[in-house]
């Protein structure tokens, strides 16, 4: 294991045992309501996104002085393998820790939200993910064929909420960094796609917005309905992981979600997104999103969650492109989990300037499959190992230079909730 990466091990466990520790123990009089209105917590995802009630409630949750806080957090540690002549191989890790604090004051709740990741130590190129696109390494080149590293700080954000009744609510959200109403949830939160290492290739056109360095939410709740609109900085976050940024709030999106019941939910979004990549200043985009998800428990410990999406970014001047994911995750008893994504998407970013091949779009196709199996360590900590096997169907002018290309990880998990 790289030294970067044993420091990140060891920096997360810390962050987690020295968090837990500033708290009482488990307290079975914990209020389970949501932190933006008045239903049950389980249905509260990344940002102010929601996800169906149904989706077991992770996390260790505390109560002091009126304080409800739920701690989680993972590190996974991964062994690479991307085929063909574009291909590489790396081991890297990755890691998040959330804490989430909320104190109810009266009919209103104040809300505090903190999302750390240590992926900045793998290096600002990230990690080999073929067919991947967007943002850069270094300010001059595009990222290509690599997933670029999420910041160390995922999220810091701020809410409070006011109930009109037992199921009307508004509430105001804001956060450096944030998320703003924009997509499902981002796919480390999504039920469907938790225990997946890699990141999909529509990220970019789903939920890369989930890292904003500056947004404003407002929000109206009427039982399973939500309707919400953002202002927030357009620009992706740059290529210095370790910092915070900041900016005009020069954007705009809306959403609306609906939960009709508690397996389901759906979300419709469109935003505006102001000079989105820093190496391509003059080109805005139009973001149009919809996705559905469904949550399944049945047994003892048994969960089956799906998401269906898809996502359009209008670039202007640019190209209109869209992409479609398929994604599904079962777990049995608590402890094996298998997962599975598929995914269409329309690239024009594949190739550089130098190539015949350059700006034209292509439709290339994603599947993979993946198992991980989990011991329980005692309290809160349990440890995992799996793998995952991906395909690749690609026109015959992209096959020509990835060739036929495999790729698969191995990883090795340790997980706190």
Known sequence: MPFAHCIACALSSGLLLAASSAFAADDPSISMTGAFGPYAMNREAS??????????????????????????????????????????????AESLFMAMAQRALGEDTFGLR??????PAMGKDGYPLLLQTGETAD??????????????????SASYSHAFSPDQAVFIYGGLPGEPALGPPSFMHRASSQDDPEAPLSHHWLDSTHVT???????????????????????EPDQFRWNIESGRLDSASARMSWNPTPRWALQASRGYLHSPEELDP??????TTASAMHEVPFGADNTWATTFAWGQ???????????????????FGGVNTLFYRGERVQEDELFDSTSPLHDKVYIVVKRSVGFIHDW?????????????????HLPDAVQGTYGGPRSYMLFARLRFD
């Open 114 to 119: 903190a999302m750390l990741s240590l992926d």
């Open 213 to 235: 360095y500056g947004v404003v939410t407002l929000g109206y709740i009427q039982g399973g309905l939500k309707l919400e609109a953002s202002v927030f900085h357009g620009r």
């Open 139 to 156: 300010g001059v080149h595009p990222l290509v064929d690599r997933q670029h590293p999420h910041d160390l700080f995922m999220e810091l």
């Open 376 to 392: 329980l360590l005692g309290g809160h900590w349990r440890f995992g190992f799996g793998g995952l096997l991906g395909t690749y």
């Open 47 to 92: 940002g102010t996104s929601w996800q169906p009630e149904a989706v077991p409630l992770e996390g260790y949750m505390l109560m002091r002085e009126g304080w409800m806080t739920m701690l989680h957090g993972y590190f996974v540690q991964v062994h690479d393998h991307q085929g063909g002549p574009r291909g590489a191989r790396e081991d890297f």
């Open 313 to 331: 970014d209008d670039n202007r001047p640019g190209h209109r492109l869209d992409a479609g994911l398929a994604e599904t995750e079962l777990v």
């Open 282 to 287: 003059g080109v805005n985009q139009r973001r």
